[in-house]
Each structure stands twice: as C-alpha cells, then as structure tokens.
C-alpha cells in the first residue's frame, strides 16, 4: 500500500503544482489525490513530477470549473431530481475522468449528492440533529434525542428511496466514460444526514452495479461523524473488496474535523485490515493541520498497520 496526500492541504496556498508534488514527497508520502480545489495550471505542474510520485486517484470536481464562484466537491450534483443539475454534473464529471487518466489515475472519488429534508412545519436535518444531541448532553440514547432522531431517518429513507431512483439513470449515463477511461467512480460517505447516497444506498448500488466501474470510498472521520451521531453503526459499512479507497481523516467529537491521524478518536488500528485490501489510503487534513503533524501522522499510520516506505 502507498499513502497518499489530497492536493487540498495546501494547494489554495501553493499555486506552483510542481512544489505541491515536492512538499508530499519530503513529507514521506508516495502518491497524490488530486483534490477538487486544483486549477489546470497547478495540475500542469504535478504531470511534470509524475517521474517521482504518482496519482492515484482524482477528486471530483478536478480541475476547479473556471466557471464557479469557488472550488467545491459539492457543486454539481449527480443525484439531484433537477435534469439540468444533473447534465452539469455529468459534464464536470467527466472532465474529472479524463484528467485522471491523463495523470495515470484509477479512481475519482465523487459527493453524489443530496437528501433534502424541508417539511411542511419542520426541518430535521443534520444540524438540528446536532443541536438535539448537544442539548442532551452528548448522549444519543436520550428519550428526546432519539425521538428526534427517529422521525428524521424514517423521512430520510422515504426521500432517499426516491432519489435512488433517479441517481440509476445518471449513474448509468456516468459508465460509458469510466469504461472509455478505465476509471472508477467511488462514491464517499458523508459527514451529514443528508448525504447521499448512505450506508445501505451505497449497498445496494453496488449490488445493481456489480460489473461496472462503481465502486464505495470510505472517509474515516465522516464514518465516525455519523457514528457519534446514531446515524450507523460502528463496523467497516461497505465490502472491502467493493471498497476503491479511503480518506484517513480524524476526528474529536461531532464536527467533520479533518486533523490528521491520530490527533482524534478515530480507532485506525481496527482499520487495518480493511485499509490493506484498498488501492488507496489518502490522508485528507485540514489546511491548518501543520506538516510536523503530517509527518507524525504518517509515521503513526505506518507503525500501526505495519507499512514500510515502498521504494
């Protein structure tokens, strides 16, 4: 296994795509995930630098579409009941797929999209889920957190159930550029309640889709995210083998923290097996995490899953 670092670390701060490649390098790191926040020229640079360290894998929507007031993974939606959101979607997408076969990568790893939760009266998304549980002290299992929580997952599966439907035909129109390309699509869980798709949407996609260049990409501090907050289980939600890749990213409580391994309470050594059976393990911090905390962080990862420096 090589880990990876996602360009998005620093590449707000770096405009020459050449450094980006260097910094990764001198930080102990053997890949890059290009991140969503990359403009052409930088990623112009790092093409230069494939002879040292490789992509692995591409973060939709790559390059940034010059067209947007800024970068954001969430920009365009492929799960969206509105056919224009989707198209642009679509048209993003692949562009996103295209460059990462330019630069030799496998897998683009895409937020697929929404579920909204607007009522009649009422609103019970994910903050107001997070304020509940602040309310209650921190304790999910609270007679009134969990009957907050109940009615938002019973509305949460009605719409999901809805927009599964529609995310087929997008998804289906997605294929034929990835198998032009030889590229997966990993689709990432989500830090929220809304995040589309879940845990058992994600399952059953891949069962629709076993064959096609569809793969699940688990991000460490969203699944605890949404541990911390009742809304899964703790266990490995995906089939490792169905699995593209994962973000190592931690996390303290309920806030989608991003810190670098082993800063937070995320329990990596119970990752260990599954993250050996992935093609990529990309670190995914914060612009503010420090270098000497990268650099800590890829020693602890190495130390607990019994890694050496691929040479």
Known sequence: MKLSLSTNWCSRRTPDGEAIAEKALELGFEELELGYALDESQIAGIRRRLDAIAVGSVHAFCPAPISAPHAHPELYRLADFDESVVNLALLHLTKSIETAADVGADTVVLHAGKVHFRGLFDRLDSQRLKTALLSAGGDRRSVRYMKTLSLALKRREKRGLALLEKFKSALDAAIPALEKNSVTLALENMPYLEGFPNEGETASLLVEFSGAPVKAWFDTGHHLVRVNHGWTRGKFPFPVRMTAGMHLNDVKDLSDD??????????????????????????????????????????????LWGLTRCR
């Open 258 to 303: 991003h810190l670098a391994p082993g800063d937070g309470n995320v329990d990596f050594a119970a990752l260990s097996d599954a993250a050996k059976c992935a093609a990529h393990a990309v670190f995914e911090p914060s612009a503010s995490v420090s270098e000497d905390s990268l650099r800590r962080a890829v020693r602890h990862i190495r130390g």
